[in-house]
């Protein structure tokens, strides 16, 4: 039966399919743990907010490296380019823990001062995390434009020994630690599945009544960003049952609450060439064939995030953490919330097996139970970038690209006649939307590893 099934799917899809029969509680899709810190850290298992603040250095630290948030270590609003220089190198299968800020109570439209806008909610001083400040304060990298540039504070780039143009960088979520006992959920207008159109009108499908924000709240016009009208909710973490949930209040007795689901919404590694530090290809809100600002759920704790190497070094970034996020992120953002994530690089060569053969030209996600095909509507990045470029909201370009990656890797990877993996897919596969919020679009197909497991 071994032989058999190695025939058919070839080395890593019998070792991918062994994981999904085994891997019901396995912290890594690949079975491993998390490799401590030199100080002898222990690996933090299950989702709770921080007995303490991890402010930068304090803490647990799981990685072999730590990249902490500063002025000189981020790019904020933009990713790197293929000639970046990197902030950190390391050799490929080492592990790096990042101290990754949330955008959110930095922005320009809550007052570039985290200190004073989370104060407003009853947050105090020392709750608030250094080296969100500092970046706030003393960010001069590129100036700052909310209307134009991305809101992410984007890490790194890191450069990983042995990438070359045409591999794969394999990204290993092995831990991730809520920093904080807070975050926040914004809508904005021009932005979100409910947006103002550039123009001024309603989007297909909705009334001028139904856009959120609401038309008559846009200050758009004002020029000042604190008078824009956003909407941001403040959004507690508390003990609920066993487990902490997120808390939103409802208008009358009550409230609502969520369980967590921690993640980075940004991994990638440098897609675009360019020239310019703020050069619209490489703002961070579109997603490309880099990765980037990818969105997925799933990705938290024991998944893989395949990325196309197309740079010296692949140059590895990362941002935008969420506590939780629901598929499609419809109001512009997950609940933000800054987090201390620690993931294992490897570069995989052609041929070698090590990577489903989509993801040396595509993003494709990997989690203990499933494989993650990936489709974007715009996958170049150019017609999502910049600031007037608007919402290329075409679900139904993501939706067929994500079908046809899932096709190929069914072919190819697990030896699916193409007929065969069609019917399949329609009959058993889901596809969920990742996200309709970043210009470019995305969507995902969810293929269950135990179906191929008899």
């Not at 959120?212 to 956003?230: C, H, K, L």
């Not at 060439?273 to 703020?278: C, F, H, K, N, Q």
């Not at 017609?383 to 290329?392: I, N």
Request: glycine share 12%; hydrophobic share 40%; aromatic share 6%.
């Amino acid at each position: 039966m071994h032989e058999e099934l190695a025939s058919r799917f070839g080395r890593r899809g019998l070792l991918r399919i062994a994981a999904g029969i085994a891997a019901a509680g396995g912290a890594v899709a690949a079975g491993t743990a998390p490799a401590a810190a030199a100080s002898g850290s222990a690996r933090v298992s299950g989702v709770s907010r921080p007995q303490r603040i991890l402010q930068p250095g304090v803490g647990p630290v799981h990685g072999h490296h730590y990249l902490r948030a500063t002025p000189d270590t981020v790019r904020w609003g933009y990713v790197p380019a293929r000639g970046a220089e990197p902030v950190l190198r390391m050799r490929s299968g080492e592990t790096l823990t990042v101290d990754a800020v949330s955008h959110e109570g930095l922005l320009e439209d809550q007052g570039r001062d985290p200190v004073a806008w989370f104060a407003e909610h009853g947050v105090r001083t020392d709750q608030v995390l250094k080296d969100a400040v500092e970046l706030a304060r003393d960010y001069t990298r590129t100036p700052r434009s909310f209307d134009t540039d991305g809101p992410h504070v984007v890490l790194g780039p890191v450069h990983v020994e042995g990438a070359e143009p045409g591999d794969v960088l394999k990204v290993e979520t092995l831990s991730l630690l809520p920093r904080v006992p807070y975050g926040v959920i914004s809508s904005r207008h021009g932005k979100g599945a409910l947006a103002r159109t550039r123009g001024g009108g309603a989007p297909d499908g909705i009334t001028l009544d139904e856009v959120m924000p609401p038309v008559a709240e846009d200050g758009r016009a004002t020029g000042n960003p604190e008078r824009y009208g956003n909407v941001s909710v403040f959004t507690p973490i508390r003990s609920h049952g066993a487990d902490d949930h997120a808390v939103l209040p409802l208008d009358g007795p009550g409230r609502v609450t969520f369980p967590l689901n921690p993640h980075m919404g940004l991994m990638g590694t440098a897609y675009a060439a360019a020239t310019s530090l703020t050069d619209p290809l490489l703002n961070s809100i579109p997603p490309t064939l880099g990765g980037g600002n990818i969105d997925i759920r799933h990705l938290g704790e024991g998944s893989t995030f395949y990325l196309p190497v197309h740079a010296e070094g692949a140059l590895f970034h990362t941002g935008d953490p969420h506590f939780a996020m629901g598929n499609g992120e419809v109001a512009l953002t997950a609940l933000e919330g800054s987090l201390r994530t620690t993931f294992r690089l490897t570069v995989c060569k052609p041929g070698s097996g090590d990577a489903p053969s989509v993801a040396f030209h595509y993003p494709f996600g990997e989690t203990a139970d499933a494989w993650l095909p990936v489709g974007l509507s715009d996958p170049d990045g150019s017609g999502g970038s910049g600031g007037a470029a608007g919402q290329l909201s075409d679900l139904d370009s993501a939706m067929r690209r994500a079908v046809v990656n899932a096709l190929d890797f069914l072919q190819s990877d697990l030896g699916m006649a193409r007929p065969v993996a069609y019917a399949y897919l329609s009959a058993a596969a889901d596809f969920e939307v990742s996200q309709v919020v970043d210009r470019t679009t995305g969507v995902h197909a969810v293929i269950r590893k135990r179906d191929f497991g008899k």
